[in-house]
């Protein structure tokens, strides 16, 4: 398989087979399976953290209480 090349602006950037591709609220970040493997720890922490900050605005939309997350 061959490498997939990304230009923007000036850089540019290369996604290579085994790379691993990463979405959160943050964005894309595609990392190699030796950085992700490194990172893991982390981006499963902001995962967990992501899933409390939804699970509380569900519940805020549910029970009509939006504006009392953002006093």
């Known amino acids: 398989m061959s490498n997939i090349y990304y230009y923007f602006s000036e850089q540019t950037t290369s996604i290579c ?5 990463i979405m959160d609220n943050d964005g894309v970040f595609v990392l190699s399976a030796a950085m992700a493997q490194q990172l893991s720890a982390d981006c499963q922490k902001k995962h ?3 899933d409390v900050k939804f699970q509380l605005f569900f519940d805020a939309y549910r029970h009509n209480q939006l504006d009392q997350l953002f006093k």
């Open 48 to 50: 967990r953290e992501d």
């Open 17 to 21: 087979s085994g790379d691993i591709a």
